[in-house]
């Protein structure tokens, strides 16, 4: 079995998915002929037809619109957004309509639609193409948001995304897209949503992340074990609903807790972690939960992207200050 | 009706101006209206008119919408409804929508179609509920595929577009209807539907009331084009005006676009001419910004009167049917608005029970916070 990487991950989940469920249908800017800017659906216009992996107008409204409308009529769309930094005119579609269908209709209609987008900074892209903004997403009752960090993990978090009865948002990392490979056989095993994935289990600190920033935390657990420190590393994966249960358990465990994103501090995940910390687990707490994270400035472009971006180094520093705590 | 450009290449098929250039595309944007405001007939009357009397259920729908509106008015003063949008004067293109809809297709209304949802088997009981302020208003019985009315304007419009993508990949013999105002058609969610509508030749007609007024903003002020039908040109879809305040001619363009697009014509966008005699909503005073003069003058166009003069003309109807027929909608009436009052109201911990298909463990305790009726801290 040839390993493969987060990005054909994603297309062989969107491929056994389609395979599996003739209601299954993919749409988005050039995903058809072309197979997608980043081929995170090469080959499926071959395989699947024109009707069935759709290149749309380009017009984000629509494609996050219509899959709502599809979504209601049976069928189980995948539409992809270029970018992040385009899917905000899809914003008024996901929040107004996606995440309230089921809800507003007392159950008769439901939104059974993913909306993939790759997002993140690191890979030296234009303008708008590196921001990561999954905390508004977060915000919107009705909504499920889902972050990968693995090929293991795209390939059972998608399927179980397209499988879930109601709206996903999948945000792919794509800085680690082509990072690194794993096998993933083929098998159609969904993973759960809505709970956290423990990456590396240890006792003295719990570090909390997601997506591409996974392996920058990673890293520094290995670091820090070089120096005796037993760092245990949580996925967050699905970070709304978020299961702060298995956070909990950890801290409960490390009394310790520091909280990686990519995304700007402001108003951001993980202050909705730290807040929860504070409120169930505040008891259990040797040390003030750290965040490390985008700074509350504007994305810069890409020749100073990695002055913006979280580092082993910034990880590091507030682990060993979490340490030094108490 | 949109004429495809000719072939350039015919000889002498252009006329070329002085500076060489020619017209490539040649475009022309109908009209069409069956029963004129003093009840005279106009145009060709439809199969369905050919017998007066088979216009009786369309006249009796227009007359139960505005009782139901006038009735709906009144809750709302009388602090038993919420903020309600009244459809005065807009009833021949709700109903004339309405009797061209089948059961099969898929309606997705916005918020001033009422009469047309009532066709479609909504009832009274969850116009009233929704706009009392419960969702329940929204679980519709009859039409179980129709999409609930969209409050936020234009955004159904590419939900339309999904609908009737679904409908076309299954090979259905049915349409969708996305029914919005002539506001609606100053926005991008409406172009980009009706361009992917084009592309995709998709069962879906776009029926743009224009009722003259978005809340304050006059026809006027909303665009420079001469027509809203002819935005659809630019999408390559046919788009033609009807006389919105004639059930007939409403009736007809529909049912005409409606077979064809069932049929794999594809879609066409239908301005229908009307007016918003009421006020926005009830939470809106028009006169604040429209001369009483231009109400009165649009009062002699109304789309009720026309239809009793024209059964009146032709023996097919009577004083007394017509005091009949109204006692019968109050009876109607009074049935649904007891059933509203009496509709017991929701725990309030339901609120979670609709979020998703099964509540995540996750809102487990906010759940019951609600249930317990306090906060838990």
């Given at each position: 079995?040839a390993e493969?990487?987060?990005l054909?991950?994603v297309?062989?989940a969107?491929?056994h998915?389609?395979?599996?469920?003739p209601?299954?249908?993919?749409l988005g800017e050039?995903?058809?002929v072309?197979?997608?800017?980043?081929?995170?659906?090469?080959?499926?216009?071959?395989r699947?037809?024109?009707?069935?992996?759709?290149?749309?107008p380009?017009?984000?409204?629509?494609?996050?619109?219509?899959?709502?409308?599809?979504a209601a009529?049976?069928?189980?769309?995948?539409?992809?957004?270029?970018?992040?930094?385009f899917?905000?005119?899809?914003?008024d579609?996901i929040?107004?309509?996606?995440?309230?269908?089921?809800?507003?209709?007392?159950?008769?209609?439901s939104?059974?639609?993913?909306?993939?987008?790759?997002?993140?900074?690191?890979?030296h892209a234009?303008?708008?193409?590196?921001?990561?903004?999954?905390?508004?997403?977060?915000?919107?009752p009705?909504?499920?948001v889902?972050?990968?960090?693995?090929?293991?993990?795209?390939?059972?978090?998608?399927?179980?995304?397209?499988?879930?009865p109601?709206?996903?948002?999948?945000?792919?990392?794509k800085?680690?897209y082509?990072?690194?490979?794993?096998?993933v056989?083929?098998?159609?095993?969904?993973?759960?949503?809505?709970v956290?994935?423990?990456?590396?289990?240890?006792s003295?600190?719990?570090l909390?992340?997601?997506g591409?920033m996974?392996?920058?935390?990673l890293?520094?657990a290995?670091?820090?074990?070089?120096?005796g420190?037993?760092?245990?590393?949580?996925?967050?994966?699905?970070?709304s609903p978020?299961?702060?249960?298995?956070?909990?358990?950890s801290v409960?465990?490390?009394?310790?807790?520091?909280?990686v994103?990519?995304?700007?501090?402001n108003?951001g995940v993980?202050a909705?972690?730290?807040?929860?910390?504070?409120?169930?687990?505040?008891?259990?707490?040797?040390?003030?939960?750290?965040?490390?994270?985008g700074?509350?400035?504007?994305?810069?472009l890409?020749?100073?992207e990695?002055?913006?971006?979280?580092?082993?180094?910034?990880?590091v520093?507030a682990?060993r200050?979490?340490l030094?705590?108490? | 009706?949109a004429?495809?450009p000719e072939?350039?290449?015919?000889?002498g098929?252009?006329?070329?101006?002085?500076d060489?250039?020619?017209p490539v595309a040649r475009f022309e944007?109908?009209?069409?209206?069956?029963l004129d405001?003093?009840?005279?007939?106009?145009g060709r009357l439809?199969k369905?008119?050919?017998?007066?009397?088979?216009?009786?259920?369309?006249?009796?729908?227009?007359?139960?919408?505005?009782?139901?509106?006038?009735?709906?008015?009144?809750l709302q003063?009388?602090?038993q409804l919420?903020?309600?949008?009244s459809s005065?004067?807009q009833?021949a293109?709700a109903?004339?929508?309405?009797?061209?809809?089948?059961?099969?297709?898929?309606?997705?209304p916005?918020?001033?179609?009422?009469?047309?949802?009532?066709?479609?088997?909504?009832?009274?009981?969850?116009?009233l509920?929704?706009?009392?302020?419960d969702e329940?208003g929204?679980?519709?019985e009859?039409?179980?595929?129709d999409?609930?009315i969209?409050?936020?304007i234009?955004?159904h419009a590419?939900?339309?577009?999904g609908v009737?993508y679904a409908?076309?990949?299954?090979?259905?013999?049915r349409a969708?209807?996305?029914?919005?105002?002539?506001?609606?058609?100053s926005?991008?969610?409406?172009y980009e539907?009706l361009?992917a509508?084009?592309?995709?030749?998709?069962?879906?007609?776009?029926?743009?009331?224009?009722?003259?007024?978005?809340?304050s903003?006059?026809r006027?002020?909303?665009?420079h084009a001469?027509?809203?039908a002819?935005?659809?040109?630019?999408a390559g879809?046919e788009?033609?005006?009807?006389?919105g305040?004639d059930?007939?001619?409403?009736?007809?363009?529909?049912?005409?676009?409606?077979?064809?697009a069932?049929?794999g014509?594809?879609?066409?966008?239908?301005?229908?001419?009307?007016y918003?005699?009421?006020?926005?909503?009830?939470a809106?005073?028009?006169?604040?910004?429209?001369d009483?003069?231009?109400?009165?003058r649009?009062?002699?166009?109304d789309?009720?009167?026309?239809?009793?003069?024209?059964?009146?003309?032709?023996g097919?109807?009577?004083?007394?049917?017509?005091s009949t027929?109204e006692?019968e909608?109050?009876?109607?009436?009074?049935?649904?608005?007891?059933e509203y009052?009496?509709?017991?109201?929701?725990?309030?911990?339901?609120?979670?029970?609709?979020?998703?298909e099964?509540?995540?463990?996750?809102?487990?305790?906010?759940?019951?916070?609600?249930?317990?009726?306090?906060?838990?801290?």
């Amino acid at each position: 079995m040839a390993e493969i990487t987060l990005l054909e991950a994603v297309t062989q989940a969107l491929a056994h998915e389609m395979e599996a469920d003739p209601n299954v249908v993919v749409l988005g800017e050039d995903v058809g002929v072309n197979g997608g800017v980043f081929r995170a659906t090469a080959g499926l216009w071959e395989r699947f037809g024109a009707d069935r992996v759709i290149d749309t107008p380009l017009a984000e409204t629509l494609i996050a619109g219509m899959s709502i409308g599809m979504a209601a009529q049976g069928l189980k769309p995948v539409g992809e957004i270029q970018f992040m930094g385009f899917i905000y005119s899809a914003f008024d579609q996901i929040v107004s309509h996606a995440a309230r269908l089921r809800n507003r209709t007392r159950g008769r209609l439901s939104c059974p639609m993913v909306l993939r987008a790759p997002f993140g900074g690191g890979i030296h892209a234009p303008e708008h193409h590196s921001e990561s903004t999954e905390a508004l997403f977060a915000h919107i009752p009705g909504l499920r948001v889902v972050i990968p960090s693995s090929p293991g993990r795209a390939y059972g978090l998608l399927l179980a995304a397209i499988r879930d009865p109601d709206p996903v948002v999948f945000l792919e990392p794509k800085r680690i897209y082509r990072m690194f490979k794993e096998n993933v056989p083929d098998t159609g095993e969904a993973l759960p949503l809505d709970v956290c994935f423990v990456l590396r289990e240890g006792s003295d600190v719990t570090l909390v992340t997601w997506g591409a920033m996974t392996r920058e935390t990673l890293a520094a657990a290995d670091a820090m074990a070089r120096e005796g420190v037993r760092a245990e590393v949580i996925d967050v994966a699905t970070i709304s609903p978020l299961d702060i249960q298995t956070i909990l358990s950890s801290v409960e465990k490390t009394g310790r807790c520091v909280i990686v994103h990519e995304a700007a501090r402001n108003v951001g995940v993980g202050a909705e972690i730290a807040a929860q910390l504070a409120d169930q687990g505040l008891l259990s707490l040797f040390a003030p939960v750290k965040r490390v994270t985008g700074y509350d400035a504007i994305m810069p472009l890409h020749k100073l992207e990695h002055a913006y971006l979280p580092t082993l180094e910034r990880i590091v520093t507030a682990v060993r200050e979490t340490l030094e705590a108490a | 009706m949109a004429m495809r450009p000719e072939d350039p290449t015919r000889e002498g098929a252009h006329d070329a101006a002085a500076d060489g250039s020619r017209p490539v595309a040649r475009f022309e944007v109908r009209y069409s209206q069956i029963l004129d405001h003093t009840g005279a007939v106009v145009g060709r009357l439809p199969k369905l008119a050919r017998e007066p009397r088979a216009l009786i259920p369309l006249y009796r729908a227009m007359v139960l919408t505005r009782l139901f509106d006038a009735k709906a008015v009144a809750l709302q003063r009388t602090g038993q409804l919420g903020t309600y949008p009244s459809s005065l004067g807009q009833e021949a293109t709700a109903v004339g929508l309405g009797a061209a809809l089948e059961s099969r297709d898929v309606l997705l209304p916005f918020y001033r179609d009422t009469g047309t949802q009532f066709m479609r088997g909504v009832r009274m009981t969850d116009i009233l509920l929704y706009w009392g302020g419960d969702e329940r208003g929204m679980a519709y019985e009859g039409p179980v595929e129709d999409f609930p009315i969209s409050v936020p304007i234009a955004t159904h419009a590419p939900h339309a577009v999904g609908v009737a993508y679904a409908l076309k990949h299954r090979a259905e013999s049915r349409a969708a209807v996305c029914s919005l105002g002539d506001g609606a058609t100053s926005k991008g969610d409406f172009y980009e539907a009706l361009n992917a509508a084009g592309v995709w030749q998709l069962p879906l007609i776009f029926l743009v009331t224009n009722n003259q007024w978005a809340i304050s903003v006059p026809r006027c002020d909303q665009s420079h084009a001469e027509t809203l039908a002819q935005k659809a040109i630019a999408a390559g879809i046919e788009g033609e005006q009807v006389d919105g305040n004639d059930v007939l001619a409403v009736y007809e363009t529909m049912r005409r676009a409606l077979a064809r697009a069932r049929a794999g014509g594809g879609p066409h966008l239908i301005e229908a001419l009307t007016y918003r005699i009421a006020d926005h909503t009830t939470a809106d005073d028009a006169s604040r910004y429209r001369d009483d003069a231009e109400v009165s003058r649009q009062r002699a166009l109304d789309p009720i009167d026309r239809v009793r003069k024209y059964l009146t003309a032709a023996g097919a109807w009577s004083d007394a049917d017509e005091s009949t027929l109204e006692a019968e909608c109050r009876l109607e009436l009074e049935e649904g608005v007891k059933e509203y009052l009496a509709t017991p109201a929701r725990a309030p911990d339901s609120m979670f029970d609709h979020l998703f298909e099964a509540l995540p463990a996750a809102l487990e305790a906010q759940r019951d916070e609600v249930k317990k009726g306090g906060s838990r801290g």
